[in-house]
């Protein structure tokens, strides 16, 4: 790979060893990309405070330094100190906070983890923005931004809807990415990488509320895989929450990273666009008859209708969405052994508080919770065995990481579970 | 000794390694998808739903799902429950950082379709950019 002669002094430890440290994953990285050389960023989202028992592990027996060099740079050394970050990064969504004490089954030596955790990183320099969806508060990085992004829902909502530029990055490779301003200049970062691969046709129906948007993007995961779907048909104008659920959702079934939908994505104004002048691949069909299956996917790792927790917020809600579920829970109350959480980032949680949604909420019985989700955090309500959730990512991971029952609905549906204690959903 | 075949291709992190196959025909997620505590394949839908892959060389056709894919597969090295080798059908950020964090000998791009020719249970051995395939 080629390298300039700031990066060849990086590595050469001109910076220090911890900045040496990350050039050699990088190096190891970009060796098993086949990438031809770095590119600078300026953007880090990535993953340092989350709870795990190997960091536990590591951070009691030998401090955090060693944890960030063992975790977040791969690397064995016996590091000085770990510097600054040298450019602006942030931390994505991770465990559940001090506020949560009393309402999350959840061990108590992780929030003091994640503490000292935020303590240590923000003395570093590490934004904790604590949310899977920084796009919502103020890291929105610009078209044609490189950037090194974790959080598949993230990295698809920043290539797709933004036009910024980055891979779906991991743990030591954000890392790395923090301490030298570089990543492998590989697979999005290139022009010639970012056309369409696969053409889907919504047909004989209109996409246009939020669960069609993710039962879609669903489809467009399992269609394309790992690849570039472009998707065209009769829609709604989606908004930031139905294209947050799309993005999740093709990024859960498949492994999408980037996708175009022409005339609404800012990469591709025509379907001959986003393929970029290549020929225009044969459709795949997303009809009446493919959503119904979809729905039946998702919906089938439930039996019984007896729900006793309700999950909203995957990705992290907006403000209107725990608007929305304010106004649906007015003056009502939930079914009692049933719990409904609402998951959101910690800075939309505080203008929530401030315009009175969380009282409603709270008041019917539900929460309003910041930083997590369950999954992330393996967490639920004691005692929980089947679930309900308008999000077909936790309808997908949440059944294996807690060996619970799934329902995928609208809003409106799990809502109504929530009051009834019974699920009554269905496809229109 | 049963039939013998070579593939060759691009090595993604280099090393020698040789033991049994274990052939997912479906990508793998690893968030989610695998315990790394256990080494264990737990995506409910996975046709290898409930298998150890630990002390066995992976062949899969591709990394799936989140981010967390490398995090956990170096968690698998730091607990010792890892595959010994892996080979990928086609590589993306998400295997290729994987494959360097988890420290095991990997291949990709080969010359055939690894998870159509090797079948789980087949002896394999990684060299760098070549794959001795025994087959069982």
């Not at chain 1, 696969?198 to 669903?218: N, P």
């Not at chain 1, 077909?392 to 579970?417: D, M, R, S």
Request: one cysteine or more; aromatic letters at 8%; a negative charge.
């Amino acid at each position: 790979m080629f390298l300039t002669d700031e990066e060849k002094r990086m590595r050469d430890g001109a910076e220090g060893d911890a900045v040496a440290a990350a050039m050699d994953l990088l190096l190891r990285y970009g060796y098993a990309l086949d990438a031809e050389r770095l590119c600078d960023i300026r953007n880090v989202a990535g993953t340092m405070t989350q709870p795990t028992p190997v960091k536990a592990k590591i951070v009691a027996e030998s401090g955090w330094d060693k944890a960030f060099a063992v975790i977040n740079l791969d690397s064995d050394a016996d590091l000085a100190s770990i510097p600054q970050m040298r450019v602006p990064t942030c931390q994505l969504q991770h465990g559940f906070g001090p506020d949560s004490v009393d309402i999350v089954p959840y061990p108590k030596a992780n929030v003091e983890l994640q503490n000292d955790a935020e303590s240590y990183y923000g003395r570093h320099g590490v934004n904790i923005l604590a949310t899977c969806t920084p796009y919502q508060v103020g890291n929105l990085p610009l078209r044609g931004e490189h950037c090194a992004w974790m959080e598949s829902s993230a990295v698809i909502y920043a290539n797709s809807v933004l036009g910024a530029r980055t891979n779906c990055e991991g743990i030591a490779s954000t890392g790395a990415a923090s301490l030298t301003g570089k990543i492998p200049c590989w697979g999005n970062h290139l022009d010639r990488n970012r056309y369409g691969t696969h053409l889907i046709s919504v047909e004989g129906l209109k996409v246009e509320s939020f669960q069609d948007w993710g039962m879609l993007g669903y489809f467009a995961g399992g269609v394309s895989g790992e690849d570039h779907p472009v998707i065209t048909g009769d829609f709604g104008q989606p908004d930031l929450t139905e294209l947050k659920h799309f993005g999740a959702a093709a990024a859960t079934s498949g492994g999408v990273e980037l996708y175009h939908i022409p005339g609404i994505t800012p990469e591709a104004a025509t379907v001959e666009a986003a393929f970029g002048g290549a020929p225009v691949p044969e459709k795949v069909v997303y009809g009446p008859a493919e959503r119904r299956a979809i729905y039946e996917t998702l919906n089938e790792i439930g039996t019984s209708s007896d729900v006793d927790f309700i999950l909203l917020g995957c990705p992290h809600a907006s403000v209107d969405q725990i608007r929305q579920a304010a106004t649906l829970l007015d003056g009502k109350r939930l079914a009692s052994g049933t719990e409904l959480w609402i998951m959101a980032p910690r800075a939309l949680k505080v203008m929530a508080d401030r315009s009175g949604y969380t009282e409603v909420i709270e008041k019917a019985g539900g929460k309003v919770l910041a930083d997590s989700c369950p999954a992330m955090s393996r967490a639920a309500p004691a005692g929980t065995k089947v679930f309900a959730t308008d999000s077909a990512k936790q309808a997908h991971y949440l059944p294996a990481i807690l060996g619970i029952e799934a329902w995928f609905g609208t809003t409106e549906e799990c809502v109504n579970a929530a009051i009834s204690g019974r699920w009554n959903g269905g496809l229109d | 000794m049963g039939d013998h075949l070579v593939l060759r291709g691009r090595n993604v992190v280099p090393g020698r390694v040789e033991g049994e196959a274990l052939v997912s025909h479906e990508p793998i997620s690893g968030w989610g998808g695998i315990d790394p505590m256990r080494g264990v394949i737990i995506e409910p839908r996975h046709e290898l739903f409930g298998v150890c892959f630990s002390g066995k060389v992976l062949v899969f056709p591709s990394a799936k799902g989140s981010s967390g894919w490398s995090g956990f597969f170096q968690t698998t090295r730091l607990t010792g429950t890892a595959p010994i080798g892996m080979i990928i059908g086609r590589v993306s950020a998400k295997s290729a950082l994987g494959a360097v964090v988890t420290r095991v000998p990997a291949i990709t791009d080969l010359d055939a379709d690894p998870c159509s020719v090797i079948a789980t249970g087949d002896w394999v051995l990684l060299d760098n950019a070549t794959v001795e395939v025994t087959k069982q």
